[in-house]
């Protein structure tokens, strides 16, 4: 069953440019760049895919739970369950 949102392909975008990003750390670390600077980098890599599963979360928070919930498609019960499963990625 395909599962698409209107984030998804900004999502796709964000972690393709950390995926490339990434690469560059692996080059940095075989050249032997300084450590602050591959610490920095890394830090920047880390940081675009968090900002990509928070907007992921923030969506199916949006659109499968809220939405879901308010068209009468799960109940509060079926809506907290999925929440509480998600926290943990939070």
């Known amino acids: ?18 995926h490339g990003h990434l690469a560059g750390v692996i080059a940095m670390i075989e050249e032997g760049r ?5 610490a920095q980098q890394l830090h920047a890599v880390e940081s675009a895919i968090a ?4 907007v992921l979360i923030e969506d199916h928070m949006e659109h499968c739970i809220g ?3 308010g ?4 109940s509060a019960k079926a809506a907290l369950a999925e929440f509480k499963a998600l926290a943990k990625y939070l």
């Open 51 to 54: 900002n990509a599963k928070r």
């Open 34 to 38: 300084a450590c602050v600077d591959l």
């Open 67 to 69: 939405d879901g919930v």
């Open 71 to 74: 068209e009468g498609g799960k």
């Open 1 to 18: 069953m395909e599962h698409t949102h209107a984030s998804h392909p900004d999502i796709v975008k964000r972690l393709k440019r950390a």
